[in-house]
């Protein structure tokens, strides 16, 4: 069973720091990495994808992948409460098109 | 990123009925998705449903208890058969991207079977 894994929190940072979401994979050959945000009562809205190691910046996120650990991250900086959310990372598996999600990092972020 | 268009939004259904839900995507995608979302759970893979071929399900999951139509590059249903409350969950409608595998949702179908 391929697993991604994620701390379930909650996460609470104070308004205006930098929020750090990690996830880790065991399917060493996945090749795409995503991380999608679902506030309470909606479906998951795509934030960040990311395909090679390093970073991928984006606004006021950032992505991180690490294929060699197996580990990618996202980083929130200058949080907001509206950022307040469940963050889930998603992994595909080696062959298809399939995702595998992890079970969501709560994000509080407090004014 | 696609459009993607879901109904039922919600419904309250009895147990032993079925729900049909539909998805519909504002263009042609060659592979659609159904998931569900149990309360307080993360997302998990019923099935994959290709046009013009039977839907692959993912272990766990059965046609008999959730059969996929897929009559054309841009609509799908799920069936959700014999429902019992522990049915109850989001069920989610999902295109792909094309050529990369990232994953666009429809607003999702909450379901309670009572």
């Known amino acids: 069973q391929k697993e991604v894994e994620q701390n379930s929190g909650p996460l609470s940072v104070p308004e205006g720091a930098i929020a750090s979401l990690n996830c880790t994979y065991s399917d060493r050959g996945s090749q795409s990495f995503f991380w999608y945000r679902q506030y309470s009562g909606k479906s998951p809205e795509l934030i960040m994808s990311i395909y090679s190691n390093g970073d991928k910046e984006d606004g006021r996120f950032t992505a991180q992948l690490n294929k060699a650990s197996q580990y990618v991250s996202l980083l929130i900086r200058d949080s907001q409460p509206s950022d307040s959310a469940t963050y889930l990372c998603?992994?595909?598996?080696?062959?298809?098109?399939?995702?595998?999600f992890g079970a969501g990092t709560i994000l509080r972020v407090k004014s | 990123s696609a459009v993607i268009s879901q109904k039922p939004s919600r419904d309250i259904c009895q147990r032993g009925t079925s729900l049909t839900i539909q998805c519909q995507v504002d263009?042609?995608?060659?592979?659609m998705f159904w998931y569900r979302q149990q309360p307080g759970q993360s997302l998990t893979l019923i099935a994959t449903?290709?046009?013009?071929?039977?839907?692959?399900?993912e272990s766990g999951f059965v046609i008999d208890k959730f059969p996929i139509s897929r009559p054309n590059l841009t609509f799908s249903t799920l069936t959700v058969s014999n429902m019992s409350p522990e049915d109850s969950s989001i069920y989610l409608c999902?295109?792909?991207?094309?050529?990369?595998?990232?994953?666009?949702f429809g607003q999702g179908t909450r379901l309670t079977v009572v």
């Open positions: 999902s295109v792909d991207g094309g050529a990369i595998t990232e994953a666009f």
């Open positions: 263009s042609q995608v060659t592979m």
């Open positions: 449903a290709n046009q013009g071929s039977e839907a692959t399900y």
């Open positions: 998603a992994v595909n598996q080696e062959y298809g098109n399939k995702l595998v």
